[in-house]
């Protein structure tokens, strides 16, 4: 069995939420307070950094839009409740209940992920935003017009409480292992066709990749995953609301993949924290007519970091100061010379760039590349 | 007899609002390549321009302004928003669409408040024909409809610059080529959908004094779905599909058993369509080239 360097970037998420879990867990169970509403705001943003990982799997890596991500988590939060109302008297209010509605409302999810994904991945285009999105309003019409002993109506669905001290436990573990599927998932062949299709549709079919299947894969799979995270909605919140789960909230989810960067799965874990955290702030700041203003900010999120990241005329400005490349340098100039990519990088360069007579007069080898190793590729 | 007559006035009536926006959506998507999700909220603009300028009491100078507004603002959407990403990936066009539709919307109600407004811009009162009494707003929401279709076919058809359209949604490159302004075309079909976009919104405000920020997402998607029904990039398809759309709306309205799930039937019908005939009733199928 061969071991593979062990790289730190591939699990610095696992162990950050990881750590920050067993704090805060060691702090309930030893008896210190967490304040409810803190105790709230956890669960929403495991919800949120659920739903922003696996649209980030459609979006960022299979490069389709899906605006029916809260579509799905509606599936999820309706089913998963249901099943827990039901199973309360038999089962109790625990853990075996939970996770039950748990693979009953991602089952679900996922069938309702393969319904949909079917007619819309067949074909190129923008399809799936349009048919997710339709997805999205037919399923809230469905549970809203529901009679009052299924699912609710208009008035929602009253959901079983779990116990409100340890949920936000059991949300984090959630987190780590959708990161868990959704990392690995990109990392196998799988992933590596899912992102082939993303670049060049046919030059992936032309290599033999089913293109249909793993656009119904990384799709299915990531409507799973809304559904899990609808079903932690409903243990979270005391009734479901088919009204919740509109087209506002999937754009929300979208806003959070593309502030975190498209592609990147810690950078949707970081926004969706973040923009959970700014709504519960704006919201009791913004209030009325106010409200819009947290519209306004999504809708400009959306249109200036897209067109800043993929405007073709603003990419010799990005490759020098986007923060990914800031970044880089300034991590680089801590490690030792050896690392320094950027002079290997010269140095194949150098000798079809200069003059002639420079050739004659100077020595083309540049000093720093002598204290090189050698091997010029990078890693 | 009665309810025939008038469910089939009013659905032919929605259909061409349908189709009057689907035919903006076939045309921008036909020749830009892209879902222009901010069609919709073009509509709710125009809608908010006219009822500004009711103030004033004159209908004709209120429909000529939002026309004259739209046209403005789908321009300007276009050169802001859509040109700086052009060449760039499909998907992100389509966020950025998304974003502009989303600004409109929170724009609007921050100026508008989030109330609905009531307007009348000009009661045509009532007719009956057939012992049926009809709105009249109905039939003439209907006949500007047939008489613009028309007159859009004719201009594509007939006119160098309707031509100049067809190449440029044929290949861009090989109209370049040939000393089309293929930049110049896309701003035209701009400001041609955007400006059937604000006639949308008047016959939006015929059918229903009242205009709200939303009000053009919900037609804005179902009009796309139109567009796909008759096959998007065809301007019959998106005639025929548009009132197609507008009658199952009216019917499923018409039966109380049916009528909480219209929305849902009407999206239904889309999915059926993409899995059955995913190029539409009157689409081309294209071949993908490398």
Known sequence: MMFKKFNLNHYINYIVIGILTVVLSVITMTGGRLDSSLLFLLEKIAISIILAVSLSLVVGFLGELSLGHAGFMCVGAYIGGKVAALLEDSLGNGLPTFLIALLVGGGVAAVCGIIIGIPALRLRGDYLAIVTLAFGEIVKSLFQNTSDETFGGALGLPTPRFDKKYLFIIAFVLVLITLAVVQNFIRSKHGRAVTAIRDNEIAARASGINVTKYKLLAFTLSATFAGIAGVLYSFSNYTVQSAKFGYNYSIEILVMVVLGGMGSINGSIIAAALITFLNTKLATVLTGDLAVLQNLLYALILIVIVIYNNAPALKSFRDRYSLSVLWKKLIRRKHDPATHKDDEAKWDVVPTKIEMNEVLSIDVVPPEAKGNTGNGGDD | ?290
């Open chain 2, 1 to 290: 007899m009665e309810l025939f007559l008038s469910t089939l006035i009013n659905g032919l009536s929605l259909g061409g609002i349908y189709a009057m926006i689907a035919l903006g959506y076939t045309m921008v998507y036909g020749i830009a390549k892209m879902l222009n999700f901010a069609h919709g909220d073009i509509i709710m603009v125009g809608g908010y321009i006219i009822y500004v300028f009711m103030a004033l009491n004159n209908p004709l100078l209120a429909i000529f302004m939002a026309v004259v507004g739209c046209v403005l603002l789908g321009i300007l959407i276009e050169k802001v928003a859509y040109k700086p990403l052009r060449g760039a990936s499909p998907l992100a066009v389509l966020i950025t669409a998304i974003g502009v539709s989303y600004l409109l919307q929170s724009l609007a109600q921050i100026i508008f408040g989030s109330a609905n407004k009531m307007v009348t811009v000009y009661d045509f009162g009532s007719v009956t024909i057939l012992g049926v009494p009809m709105q009249v707003s109905a039939l003439v929401t209907l006949g500007v409809t047939v008489v613009v279709m028309a007159a859009l076919t004719l201009f594509i058809k007939y006119t160098r610059l309707g031509r100049a359209m067809i190449a440029v949604s044929e290949d861009k490159g090989a109209a370049q080529l040939m000393g089309i302004n293929v930049n110049g075309i896309i701003t035209i079909t701009f400001a041609i959908g955007s400006a059937l976009a604000a006639l949308a919104g008047l016959f939006y405000l015929l059918k229903a004094p009242s205009i709200s920020s939303t009000l053009g997402a919900m037609p804005g998607i179902k009009a796309f779905t139109a567009a796909v029904i008759g096959g998007i990039g065809s301007i019959p398809g998106a005639m025929l599909g548009g009132i197609l759309l507008g009658m199952v709306e009216c019917i499923s309205y018409k039966i109380t058993a049916i009528a909480p799930y219209t929305d849902a039937i009407e999206f239904s019908i889309l999915i059926i369509i993409l899995l059955v005939r995913p190029t539409g009733f009157l689409g081309k199928k294209r071949r993908e080239k490398v």
